[in-house]
């Protein structure tokens, strides 16, 4: 069975704090996502990764990095969070790398993120 | 540029009706598509998917959908929906040969009435 597991369901930090979300992913998939889900804007695409070490900015890029030092894990990184970046943090993954877009993705339960 | 629409945030049924979910897209070429169910406090997963030939698709927990090329849309369908149908649904269109990238449309919320 696929599993995609994130290291917080839920996660309280104040203002400037460095974060780290990880996600792991234990089905050897070479695409990795995170996206931020807030109430009536759906899934916003953040950074993905379809190797070790690449990385590819997705649509609201700003005020995040992530990581990827190994194929199974994938780190979102708020370098000074701000209360702005208060949202539900979904990772996923998917098989192919560069494919054509048929690829399925499979996904974490959420870090819920609250920035006081 | 591509784009997903799902045009209604919030629908309410009764238990036993039937369902359909609208989606939108916008794409230049021969669009992938996807629906995806997120169950409260859950990630979410796939109902079905569509990428060519019978333009009606079979998924998961009795949901069917219908790609129509001509009205741009891949409305999800259910006969009878059932109290556990209650969640959270998005639709999204796979953007060829860039690693699997998704866009996913702004999500429709079901609540379900005894």
């Known amino acids: 069975d696929v599993k995609v597991t994130q290291s917080s369901r839920y996660l309280v930090k104040r203002t400037g704090e460095k974060v780290f979300l990880e996600c792991v992913q234990d089905?050897?998939?070479?695409?990795m996502f995170w996206y931020r889900q807030d109430p009536g804007l759906g899934l916003r695409l953040i950074y993905f990764s379809y190797d070790v070490k690449m990385k590819e900015k997705g649509d609201i890029p700003e005020g995040y990095s992530v990581s990827r030092e190994k194929k199974e894990r994938f780190s979102l990184i708020l370098e000074s969070a701000s209360t702005n970046q208060t949202s539900m943090y979904l990772c996923?993954?998917?098989?192919?790398?560069?494919?054509?877009?048929?690829?399925?993705?499979?996904f974490g339960p959420g870090t819920r993120l609250l920035v006081l | 540029a591509q784009s997903v629409t799902q045009p209604d945030i919030h629908i309410t049924v009764s238990e036993g009706a039937s369902l359909e979910l609208r989606c939108n897209y916008s794409y230049g070429a021969t669009p992938y598509l996807f629906w995806y169910v997120q169950s409260p406090g859950q990630g979410l997963q796939l109902l079905l998917k569509y990428f060519s030939g019978d333009t009606l698709v079979q998924g998961i927990k009795g949901f069917e959908a219908e790609f129509k090329r001509s009205q741009s849309s891949f409305n999800l369908r259910k006969p009878s929906v059932h109290w556990s149908d209650a969640a959270e649904y998005f639709c999204a269109v796979g953007i060829y040969n860039q690693g699997g990238k998704l866009i996913f449309g702004q999500g429709t919320e079901l609540s379900v009435k005894p």
């Open positions: 089905m050897d998939h070479e695409n």
């Open positions: 996923a993954s998917s098989l192919r790398g560069l494919g054509e877009g048929r690829e399925t993705q499979y």
